[in-house]
């Protein structure tokens, strides 16, 4: 089977891309001999390379005025994708880094733009030697025109090289050194790699002459620019081993029977495989976004970087994970030299050691400084709703400085009176017609004014709402205008206390009584966790009809006033003392048979409408969550924090930024083809542990301030308040099982 997971193009020419290059390494690249013990012979790129560079590989984003393929860095990253799916011995990082490097000293060095072309063309092969600090013990001699350089790289990428591209300090500065590999003075002494597929060098030099391509402040925005391209290969190729990784597990999952059924059936199995794909829509989500930085012409050397942190920070360690899990879904075969699974692993374990690995400080610290974040102001429209807001809002905090259930409520009708509480809806139901990208920039303008975005009635503007303009009548619809000014506020009546998270088995039944006009429903049950169930004025109740009909079928949606007689409504307690919950009793409720929403016993179809409402709010949902963690480095800035603290909280803004990315992506694909692909299924199982990481992260940054007091109230009740987030709108668990089965195809 093919789960779609390597080399996953968002254009027409990247699908042929894809195809083509599938096609050159099907030909030319096995890892026979590699798993043969009795060869055991590594492998040379060379060979391999020059078939791809006929392909156009090579030169894949260099412009063709200089011989290049004139493709752009996004299709630099689905190539990737495809040669790390295959682990092809290929010197691809090495190549895209001196691209990067070269093509920012091109316009001031007919040497460089000479270089572009010939490792376009495949004629040059490079090795780069900027992996991490602790590679490099190099002493530069002579001039800056005539430099020769002493001393060792001890991993440099590339054994069977033409030439050397070298980072090294000088008296006057950095500089950026092309040295011929095959000069005197240059010796290439391959080593054993633990990644079998890709060549390692250390090189000697002993008073080799070296060529400055640029030095000072040139050299250090080349040297930036090649680091952040080199780090783009690397985390494409990494993409591509979950990739491989997660489709070969399914497919062994799908065969392989134990006590009479298939591994995939296992609970434990369909876990982890979630995991990976979680893993690997993250790491595509980042590595594109960083391509897209690439790609944009007011990209600086600085948005490189900051943004390639996340990549190393992410990527990697999914990566592992995701070759972890193909050895451990595989068993004992997986365990063995002949099986290709160790090849995966290796390749993402051996990654840690480039650019200086996830734990590496500096890539955090990039992280931390900088933000790629749009304020959605190229709107005109959404240029006028944060004019609003930035008057409105000094306004609205000087009446209500905490964001309680009547600031919420006195919130929404500040922005209903000017026109912005639903810009999301239609417009002839009273909105503006904005499509979901428009939506999350509409919610970014919120958070990022730390103006409330949870409106009080928000379960009947997003979900109840939209279900309404679908499948109501239009004396129902005339509920919509309500909605909006607060009048009504709608919640769900859905879980009940023994279904949870299966709708499908609820119990809370309404009969039939008369016929025409005078039918009614009359309802007896009970719901649970119902949300703003308290402050309510109506519920969207799901019944069933039919207690005949199978499971999925008979049953009802019903709009049910809650001041309606038989009703009964408690609250429940959160665990952090507050509530926001309620359980509902219904004792033979009546209500009129024009209740009814959508057709009578299908309200299974007209409940899958809302949950996917539902569902498309966790994309800003995802959008937020920088914003919570930048919040609580503000609330420590000042304070002595340990080493161990500071990093937690950049792991957590990592997190954080690389979801906020997988929502971009899915919004992308939104626009693209109009239905959300398989990173969408995954925001809700990533946001909600990554919410809970960034509570628990705070609450033991806080330390003692967090044990009593106001000053740690907010994080004692953002760790209790956080054991939700796995529960809400599905159990991760549950939400595991779903993405196994319905993403990965796994049996139930």
């Known amino acids: 089977m093919s789960l779609n997971q390597i080399g996953v193009p968002d254009t027409d020419d990247q699908a042929a891309l894809v195809e083509a290059l599938t096609g050159v390494l099907t030909k030319g690249w096995s890892t026979a001999e590699l798993l043969d013990p009795a060869v055991r012979r590594s492998p040379t790129e060379r060979p391999l390379w020059t078939a791809l560079a006929d392909l156009g590989i090579a030169g894949l984003p260099v412009s063709e005025d200089i011989g290049g393929s004139g493709g752009n860095w996004a299709d630099l990253a689905v190539a990737g994708e495809v040669l790390g799916g295959s682990v092809a011995p290929t010197p691809f990082i090495a190549v895209a880094g001196a691209l990067g490097a070269l093509s920012v000293v091109a316009a001031d060095s007919d040497e460089a733009t000479r270089l572009l072309a010939a490792i376009s063309s495949g004629d040059l092969v490079p090795a780069i030697s900027w992996t991490g600090e602790h590679d490099r013990d190099l002493v530069v001699s002579g001039t800056v025109a005539h430099p020769t350089v002493d001393g060792r790289l001890n991993a440099a990428l590339g054994a069977d090289v033409d030439v050397l591209l070298v980072a090294a300090a000088t008296d006057d500065g950095p500089v950026l050194l092309l040295i011929d590999a095959k000069r005197s003075g240059v010796g290439i002494a ?37 680091r952040a391209t080199a780090v783009l290969a690397l985390g494409a190729e990494l993409v591509g081993v979950q990739g491989h990784a997660l489709e070969a597990s399914v497919s062994y999952a799908l065969e392989r029977t134990q006590f009479g059924q298939p591994i995939g059936s296992f609970q434990g199995v369909k876990h982890r495989l979630a995991d990976v794909l979680a893993g690997v829509e993250i790491s595509r989500a980042t590595v594109r976004h ?80 900088t933000r790629h974040t749009s304020d959605g102001l190229a709107s005109p429209a959404l240029a006028e709703f944060a004019a609003l807001v930035d008057e409105a809002l000094p306004v609205h905090r000087a009446e209500h400085p905490t964001d309680d259930y009547p600031s919420r409520l006195a919130w929404q009708q500040r922005l209903h009176a000017a026109g912005w509480i639903a810009p999301h809806w239609p417009e ?22 730390r ?6 009635g928000v379960l009947g503007l997003n979900n109840v709402a939209p279900t309404l303009m679908r499948f109501g009548t239009p004396e129902q619809q005339q509920h919509l205008a309500r909605i909006q000014s607060t009048e009504e506020i709608w919640c769900q009546g859905f879980s009940e206390p023994s279904s949870g998270s299966d709708l499908a088995s609820l119990r809370t039944r309404a009969r039939i009584e008369g016929d025409g006009a005078d039918r009614e429903f009359v309802i007896n049950g ?36 809650l001041d309606t007689p038989g009703i009964t409504r408690r609250p429940i307690t959160q665990i952090t003392g507050e509530g926001g919950f309620a359980e509902m009793f219904f004792d033979d409720v009546r209500v009129p048979g024009s209740a009814l929403l959508g057709p009578l016993n299908e309200g299974w179809m007209v409940t899958m409408t809302t949950l996917a409402f539902e569902r498309a709010g966790v994309i800003m949902m995802a959008s937020r969550l920088e914003q919570e963690v930048e919040d609580v ?49 995954v925001i809700k199982l990533v946001w909600s542990r990554t919410a809970q990481a960034i509570a628990d992260t705070r609450l033991s940054v806080a330390g003692p301030l967090a044990l009593a ?23 991760t668990e549950v939400m595991k099982n779903i993405l196994a089965q319905q993403v990965l195809r796994l049996p139930r």
């Open 290 to 369: 960083l391509a897209e930085l690439l790609d944009t012409p007011i990209a600086t050397a600085d948005d490189g970087a900051g943004a390639a942190g996340p990549v190393i920070a992410a990527v990697i360690p999914a990566a592992v994970n995701a070759g972890n899990s193909y050895i451990q879904v595989l068993g004992g075969i997986g365990y063995t030299w002949e099986h290709e699974a160790h090849l995966f692993y290796r390749r993402a374990c051996a990654a840690q050691g480039l650019f200086g690995g996830p734990a590496d400080g500096k890539s955090r610290q990039r992280t931390v400084s």
């Open 428 to 449: 002839e139901f009273g909105g503006k017609g904005l499509g979901i990208v428009d939506q999350v920039e509409y919610d970014r303008v919120l958070g990022s004014r």
């Open 451 to 456: 103006a409330p975005v949870t409106f009080a």
């Open 526 to 561: 009970q719901k649970v966790w119902t949300s703003e169930g308290m402050e309510a004025t109506h519920c969207l109740l799901l019944v069933r009809t039919d207690p005949d009909a199978p499971a999925h079928k008979g049953i009802s949606a019903l709009l049910v006033p």
């Open 190 to 226: 391959p080593v054993e790699s633990l990644d079998l597929t890709r060549d390692v060098a250390t090189v000697s030099f002993s008073s080799a002459p070296a060529q400055t391509l640029a030095h000072g402040e040139l050299a250090v925005a080349a040297l930036a620019r090649g």
């Open 633 to 681: 480095f503000a609330e420590f800035d000042g304070q002595d924090l340990d080493e161990s603290a500071r990093v937690a909280l950049i792991d957590r803004l990592v997190e954080a930024r690389t979801l906020g990315l997988l929502g971009q992506r899915a919004l992308s694909t939104i626009a693209r083809k109009g239905a959300p692909g398989p990173e969408h299924s």
């Open 709 to 731: 007091g106001d000053a740690g109230l907010g994080a004692r009740t953002g760790a209790l308040g956080s054991r939700a987030m796995t529960i809400a709108g599905g159990t």
